[in-house]
T-cell receptor, first 112, second 113 residues
Framework: GESVGLHLPTLSVQEGDNSIINCAYS??????FIWYKQESGKGPQFIID?????DKRQGQRVTVLLNKTVKHLSLQIAATQPGDSAVYFC???????????FGKGTTLSVSS | ETGVTQTPRHLVMGMTNKKSLKCEQH?????MYWYKQSAKKPLELMFV???????ENNSVPSRFSPECPNSSHLFLHLHTLQPEDSALYLC????????????FGSGTRLTVV
């Protein structure tokens, strides 16, 4: 079946370090991938997206890398801050192209 | 506030009750979605509406009944739920069902007793 998975359920880093969160996806036909951040008590919040015709896209302190050969997606956060502590989800299009499907999430904990 | 508002924020209901969850968006989006988020599980897609028509029902039990009266409002009607239906129910909207990011509401935390 369709699935989007993440390699690690938790990641702990020190403030100021760079964080890398990984995701393996299954739909090789997906044209679109997104990373979301979910803080406690809130809904998921859009961070950054990337289309399949790109390998890399940068935002403010975040970079998404797409490796279509091995169906791997990663989110890099530079100079991680305590406010970055949250659950991070990757998402991709479902087979029908009607909606997004999400991975299980990685909980990022940032200590000062 | 994200532009997608869900009410109520919390709901406790008995297994014989009937209740409804409400979602409202004023972003001018054309598609709306219901997702279920249970502890330690990925977000599960439940329903997709595009231009007020249901385009996906992801094998959801009939005790969950969606309604989309217009492009700004989405409801999830609940009846005779089970304790395992307790979860966070998230509504989202997007400009297009494909290739655009979703804006999520804060969710309704549902507890079935």
């Amino acid at each position: 079946g369709e699935s989007v998975g993440l390699h690690l359920p938790t990641l702990s880093v020190q403030e100021g370090d760079n964080s890398i969160i990984n995701c393996a996806y299954s739909n090789s036909a997906s044209d679109y991938f997104i990373w979301y951040k979910q803080e406690s008590g809130k809904g998921p919040q859009f961070i950054i997206d990337i289309r399949s015709n790109m390998d890399k896209r940068q935002g403010q302190r975040v970079t998404v890398l797409l490796n279509k050969t091995v169906k791997h997606l990663s989110l890099q956060i530079a100079a991680t801050q305590p406010g970055d502590s949250a659950v991070y989800f990757c998402a991709e299009e479902n087979q029908a192209g009607t909606a997004l499907i999400f991975g299980k999430g990685t909980t990022l904990s940032v200590s000062s | 506030e994200t532009g997608v508002t869900q009410t109520p924020r919390h709901l406790v209901m008995g297994m014989t009750n009937k209740k409804s969850l409400k979602c409202e968006q004023h972003l001018g989006h054309n598609a709306m979605y219901w997702y279920k988020q249970s502890a330690k599980k990925p977000l599960e897609l439940m329903f997709v509406y595009s231009l007020e028509e249901r385009v996906e029902n992801n094998s959801v039990p009939s005790r969950f009944s969606p309604e989309c009266p217009n492009s700004s409002h989405l409801f999830l009607h609940l009846h005779t739920l089970q304790p395992e239906d307790s979860a966070l129910y998230l509504c989202a909207s997007s400009q297009d069902p494909r290739r655009s990011g979703y804006t999520f509401g804060s969710g309704t935390r549902l507890t079935v007793v």
